[in-house]
């Protein structure tokens, strides 16, 4: 009934399933895409189809058993053919949203561009990502933590949301300024630069979990999350470690041996370039306003010698005062 009301031009692509079903038994679709109104180009339809094989072949075999429930990639033109609720989950901007409480991806073809990270292949591997995770978690996918998800979302899809970079983390790291990991559990802050840096903190740490203890360890953890305590309470079970130990780890090689603070050097080379000559210009201004100094005082040492002496003509030209 809601679904009728939300998407009202609602035309409906299936898409057929992957795997054969045995005979006389029909299978359900792994997924379909639907137009949210007949402004959203067919092509835009194609495309998605075009690009969804090819992504869920990447990313749902680090999710094993997924997807274990059809899910909907819906196309809108614009943000008004959604409805309010869907509304609520998107944040300005954005060019695609994943509601996991009913396997929907929906991408906003107004904010989608043609390069990464917001082009097409990117944004919905970036989704699907959500909907694989939250299908892999079960009933406790609402326990898997906002950070686990944006991190593995950028991770998996090949690149930073809010043209987040690790980069952009070595200030606030250096300042202490970096999110606490519990502040990014549930919902990541509004505040524009806040927000890229959470996105930038979710990927660098959840990248460097991957490489230091492996995609099934992470696996691991969202597997024996509990409702009680989520993926924190698995992780620790996992590994015996608290997840807080990573972080504090991850921390640590951000700063010393991640290589973000010589990039942050080098990036920021010009404006080092530009103080230096300015530095320069004030010492040679410096030397110059000396030098003049020092010029007019002999000067004037020499007209007040001239003058008394008034023997000695002066072989100087009248000169207009001015
Ligand atoms: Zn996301």
Redesign the pocket.
Same mark, same amino acid.
């Given at each position: 009934m809601l679904a009728a009301a939300v998407f009202p031009c609602l035309l409906a692509t299936l898409h057929g399933p992957r795997a054969q079903a045995p005979a006389g038994q029909t299978r359900e679709p792994e997924y379909r895409v639907l137009l949210a109104s007949e402004r959203v180009p067919p092509a835009s339809r194609d495309a998605v189809l075009r690009l969804l094989p090819p992504a869920l072949e990447r990313i749902a075999p680090q999710f094993p058993g997924t997807p274990n429930a059809p899910f909907t990639v819906i196309l809108h033109v614009d943000e008004s053919s959604l409805d309010s609720e869907s509304g609520r989950s998107l944040h300005r901007g954005t060019p695609g949203f994943a509601r996991l409480d009913r396997d929907e991806i929906h991408l906003l073809l107004d904010k989608i561009r043609p390069q990464p990270p917001d082009d097409l292949a990117t944004v919905l591997a $970036?989704e699907l990502t $959500?909907v694989l995770l939250d299908q892999f978690a079960g009933p406790h996918g609402e326990r898997v933590p906002r950070w686990l $998800?944006?991190g593995l979302?950028q991770s998996l899809s090949g690149d930073l949301?809010l043209q987040a970079r690790e980069v952009d983390l070595v200030v606030p790291a250096k300042f202490d300024r970096l999110h606490r990991l519990a502040d990014l559990t549930n919902a990541f802050p509004d505040d524009e630069y806040e927000r890229r840096l959470a996105y930038a903190q979710s990927f660098s740490f959840v990248e460097w979990l991957v490489r230091a203890r492996g995609m099934a360890v992470i696996r691991e953890g969202v597997r024996l999350a509990t409702h009680k305590d989520g993926f924190v309470g698995g992780y620790a079970r996992t590994t015996n470690e608290p997840i807080l130990v990573e972080y504090d780890r991850w921390q640590t090689w951000l700063r010393e041996e991640s290589g973000a603070s010589w990039r942050f050097m080098l990036e920021n080379s010009f404006s080092y370039v530009m103080i230096g000559a300015i530095v320069l210009a004030a010492f040679a201004g410096a030397r110059a306003w000396r030098r003049d100094a020092r010029a007019r005082a002999k000067l004037e040492r020499e007209a007040a010698a001239d003058a008394e002496d008034p023997t000695q003509p002066s072989d100087e030209p009248d000169e207009d005062p001015r």
């Open positions: $970036h $959500h $998800h944006e979302a949301y």
